[in-house]
């Protein structure tokens, strides 16, 4: 049995079972060669003849609508109620509740097997917390 020392546990050599599990790029393996995902209805990057949407890059171009500027804004003052400097998703999903979003329409957003859709009541309670749901 071979001891490491401090200095060849530093060297950067890896374990051997850790170097059979990487794949070596010069093996042919080529990222574009592989078939993507089924689309989602997510994709940002533009192809040949895609172009970005009004909404899109009106936001790039520093021009927000009322909707993002209000987006914007409620998460701004939650970060700074609650001393957040990065909110989590369940954060921002709080936020866009209280906001007064519902899911009232069938997605448009191709996820796969892995979430259902459903629709609620446009009047329904954000459900966020207990006192909101209370006195809604």
């Not at 794949?23 to 209805?41: A, E, Y």
Request: charged share 35%; no cysteine.
């Amino acid at each position: 049995m071979t001891k490491k020392t401090p200095a060849a546990a530093n060297s950067g050599e890896q374990p051997q079972d850790q170097k059979e599990s990487v794949v070596d790029r010069r093996l042919g393996v080529d990222r574009r060669d592989i078939t993507p995902p089924s689309p989602s209805n997510l994709e940002r990057r533009r192809g040949p003849g895609r172009r970005l949407t009004d909404f899109v890059k009106s936001a790039e171009e520093g021009e927000m609508s009322r909707e993002q500027y209000t987006f914007l804004l409620a998460i701004d003052v939650f970060k700074r109620v609650n001393h957040k400097t990065f909110p989590s998703w369940t954060d921002v999903l709080e936020v866009i509740r209280k906001l007064g979003y519902r899911k009232t329409m069938p997605s448009e957003l191709n996820l796969g097997d892995k979430s259902q859709d459903w629709i609620e009541k446009p009047d329904a309670a954000s459900g966020v917390n207990k006192a909101s749901a209370e006195t809604e």
